[in-house]
């Protein structure tokens, strides 16, 4: 069964930084696009970050220069590095894979991806 797990959240002063990791398993996403999304009290899921199969990245307006996405596809994993956190970052940040291998997506639609994570809290507080 293929399963997504997020960690890595917390709570932190603004200004602080996370690094969240997605732990896929169940079947290689080497060549999947992934991504990351967020989801704060009273609000829709929206995009944050996301990466093709070969690598290429694309984010928010919003956190451009302070996030960065990566991979590792050895590990199965692929990570959110968040750097200058403010408070409007707090949120439930939640982990999506795209299930065709090679496939070009819209990243920053949610029906785009096909696996969904539980979710890991991050918490800026001022």
């Not at 496939?103 to 696996?115: K, P």
Request: proline content about 3%.
């Amino acid at each position: 069964q293929v399963q997504l797990v997020e960690s890595g959240g917390g709570l932190v002063q603004a200004g602080g930084s996370l690094r969240l990791s997605c732990a896929a398993s169940g079947r290689p996403f080497n060549s999947n696009a992934m991504g990351w999304f967020r989801q704060a009290p009273g609000k829709e899921r929206e995009f944050v970050a996301g990466i093709s199969w070969s690598s290429g990245t694309y984010y928010i307006d919003s956190v451009k220069g302070r996030f960065t996405i990566s991979r590792d596809n050895i590990k199965n994993t692929v990570a959110l590095q968040m750097n200058s956190l403010k408070p409007e970052d707090t949120a439930v940040y939640y982990c999506a894979a795209k299930k065709t291998p090679f496939s070009s997506v819209t990243y920053s639609t949610r029906n785009q991806y096909d696996y969904w994570g539980q979710g890991t809290q991050v918490t800026v507080s001022s």
